[in-house]
């Protein structure tokens, strides 16, 4: 099914917006979506008419908010093809999520010497975690290269195995370069290995179908926010053998199941990794972005960042100020480029494009290990939803050109290599 | 057209010219303060050194080193500029104005005579992203106070 794009559009207020008197462009979807009416709607609707504390009093509005959240747990199930809904833990977002799982099952499964596999296209949120870890547990990280179109150099990555992997934790779609790693492939390994695995799908399940049963991961993290869901709202999906042998992560409220003064027994899942009052306004709502991402459907989702991906790169290739990072082939990435006008820095770049009313992410968008290895200190990130339009992406190419009009007889490295 | 107009304001030529000035750019081999710092939202790293003359203090040459955007380069070399020849209790007060003036505590009006070429930044306060690329080098250079870091 094709879609209307400009049909769509009205269904995101904010995009009808102007910035410094010129139309939004908001291509920095990769670091957040923006969020259609219905889902803002809902949000106002349940402080309007629902809001209690969850999973305690006897009254009313409690027991609609509860029934509102459970009900977002297993739609959340269903739309990752989850087999039960108490495998979906609520978090405050993907980093939490991560952190929970270093916590509650790497201290309590890790020994001194054990390895654990990442990857250099991770984002800081699948880095530290587990450099902290690491430290504290003796244990060592290995990193499975990228090639030179930012893709995870597989041989390498099988030479990293042995007796002492527990445990691979890996991207499914680069923040930076767009590389789609082989998640299957790379969960065989792992298993064949005997080695536990983490999906980051943060760049992963706003723009295709995530089935968990399809992959098998141990674990898989995204956050709401970069889906049309509300900020605040992450989820961890584990497998649920797994969950019930981890440690608590947190303690306090709803995470218990008796406490006496020197000690407590846990609750059992989900609401063992979920201490304290949670985001459960955010996550009543969270079905309403699902239910719009399900009307769309996948495939037109992808149709769509795909012509806006060709024309992109078509656009940057055919700009000999610039150099782009990645793979330059739309079928081998997903919705992100990253480039760097040569001689500019990607700041000043961000900037310039700001004042044309296009938004695009600058920076090292938290992955400074991926920049060394590209032998940059920043780029200029486009990422793109299925509400961006080709004529905003001919926007993007004007703005660019304008910005290197600007630029390049004022600074004599700008143009220069 | 207002996009390109605050283009042109907040990217003024002085501005430019400075982000490419060569003048104070390197690093002193037997400095006697020296200072390093980082803007951790893009990664951008500076390197001060200073050398302080014999009498009452003064600071005799400041360079800096590192990579940034036009607007911390340009910032960087005013910087230098500003400070040479100031003692360092002059120059601890005017690294205060500066940083004032450019978090909007104070108006632009205020700021000392010999701190005049930096209104240049005046644009930059208009982007609180940006502020960040401008005192990058102030806040880094008021580190190697000697009573700074002593305090």
Known sequence: MGFDALEIRRDFPILFRQVHGKPLVYFDNAATTQKPKSLIAALGSFYENHNGNIHRGAHTLSDEATTLVEEARQKTADFINAPKPETIIFTRNATEAINLVTHSWGRKFLRPGDEIILTELEHHSNLVPWQILAKEKSVKLRFIPIGADGDLDLVEARKLFSEKTKLVSFTAASNVLGTLPPVEEIISLAKKNGAKTLVDASQWTPHFKTDVRAWDPDFLVFSAHKMLGPTGLGVLYGRESLLEEMDPFLGGGDMIETVELETFTPNVLPAKFEAGTPAIAEAAVFPEALKYLSKIGFSAIDEQEQTLLKRALEILKNEPEVDIYGSLLPQNRGGVISFNLKGLHPHDVGTALDLEGVAVRTGHHCCQPLMRRLGVGGTVRASFYFYNTIDEVEVFGRALRKTIAFFKPKLKTAGAK | ?151
Request: charged share 25%; net charge negative; proline share 4%.
């Open chain 2, 1 to 151: 057209m207002e996009g390109d107009q605050e283009l042109k304001e907040l990217y003024q030529d002085v501005l430019l010219d400075y982000s490419q000035s060569g003048v104070h750019k390197g690093a002193i081999e037997d400095a006697d303060f020296h200072s390093h710092g980082i803007n951790p939202v893009c990664g951008d790293e500076i390197e001060i050194t200073m050398k302080t003359g014999n009498s009452g203090g003064v600071i005799e040459k400041i360079r800096y080193s590192g990579h940034g955007c036009v607007i911390s380069q340009a910032s960087s070399a005013m910087m230098a500029e500003c400070l040479e020849g100031k003692t360092s209790k002059q120059a601890r007060e005017l690294v205060l104005s500066f940083k004032d003036m450019m978090l909007s505590k104070t108006p632009l009006e205020a700021l000392p005579p010999e701190l005049s070429v930096m209104k240049a930044l005046e644009g930059v306060r208009k982007f609180p992203l940006r502020v960040k690329c401008a005192t990058l080098a102030w806040n880094t250079i008021q580190k190697s106070f000697p009573e700074e870091r002593t305090a």
